[in-house]
């Protein structure tokens, strides 16, 4: 059992599949989170009244981010963990890089990579003042390789996401602060909604995964309490394909 008693994260995407999940999992190991979405609360959160905090907002607003920081150093005391879970996949609007409409192409940098700089530079600080702690950002195997339907905002965004998390692992292991990445591969959410009308794309897409299925938010949920946990300790500044062997494949 992993053990997150008396620990407090920050979670992003909480309104999200995979965010909601790992926001849930924390809470049923012991941690007090603060969860924070655009979106509101999309089911029951277990635990105490005093062990969570749903708050609405926009990560590409940084006066926002900030303030929803400080509120859960109000509530919970401190913060211990950073799980950049939040991103947006624009199927219509993102495109190749050569026809994008350059405007979509900024915001979606903005939700996929610059809210990591607005979460993680009003955390940082947090986890200083508590002698270290543990950041995991999602990024996606879509940034591992081309795709003749391209998203090449997300893609290059993605990518960023694991640079960014690389620099800070470096420039914070001092601190004893550990940033690690998580690619999820094609996952069960609300983001992958068009399998619901399209049971078959679905059923193709398990098919070319090694393992024969599509992920789901409890796989995305358990490597990232991995890497936020102490069973993680000597990790830091690398990658985790949480994927069912897709990349392997030649
Ligand atoms: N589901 C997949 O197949 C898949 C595959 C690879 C990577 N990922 C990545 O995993 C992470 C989690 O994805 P998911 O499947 O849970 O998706 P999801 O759509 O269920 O959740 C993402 C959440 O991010 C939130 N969000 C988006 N923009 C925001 C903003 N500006 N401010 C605050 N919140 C915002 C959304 O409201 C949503 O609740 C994302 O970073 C995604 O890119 C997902």
């Excluded at 965010?19 to 941690?31: Q, T």
């Excluded at 939700?111 to 009003?122: E, F, G, Q």
């Excluded at 069973?231 to 830091?236: L, M, Q, Y």
């Amino acid at each position: 059992m992993l053990d997150f008693a008396d620990k407090v994260a920050f979670v992003t995407g909480a309104g999200g599949g995979m965010g909601f999940r790992i926001a849930c999992d924390l809470i049923n190991h012991g941690a007090r989170v603060m969860m924070f979405d655009i979106k509101p609360r999309p089911g029951e959160i277990p635990g105490s009244s005093e062990q969570s905090f749903y708050l609405q907002g926009d990560l590409t607003d940084e006066p926002a981010v900030a303030a929803a920081v400080k509120k859960a150093v109000e509530l919970f005391g401190g913060i211990d963990y950073l799980a950049n879970v939040a991103g947006a996949l624009w199927f219509e609007r993102d495109k190749s890089a050569l026809e994008i409409d350059l405007d979509a192409w900024d915001q979606v940098m903005a939700i996929n990579l610059k809210s990591m700089v607005h979460t993680a530079r009003n955390v940082v600080p947090h986890l200083r003042k508590r002698g270290g702690g543990a950041m995991v950002h999602f990024s996606s195997t879509q940034c591992l390789r081309g795709d003749p339907a391209p998203q090449d905002a997300y893609q290059a965004a993605k990518a960023g996401v694991v640079a960014f998390s690389k620099s800070l692992a470096i420039q914070l292991a001092g601190d004893k602060i550990r940033s690690n990445v998580i690619y999820p591969g094609p996952s069960e959410s609300p983001m992958q909604d068009r399998w619901q009308a399209n049971p078959d794309a679905r059923a193709a897409t398990a098919r070319a995964i090694p393992l024969g299925r599509v992920g789901t938010v409890a796989d995305m949920s358990n490597a990232c309490l991995f890497l936020l946990s102490d069973r993680a300790s000597f990790i830091t500044g690398t990658e985790l394909l949480v994927d069912g062997g897709l990349l392997a494949k030649p």
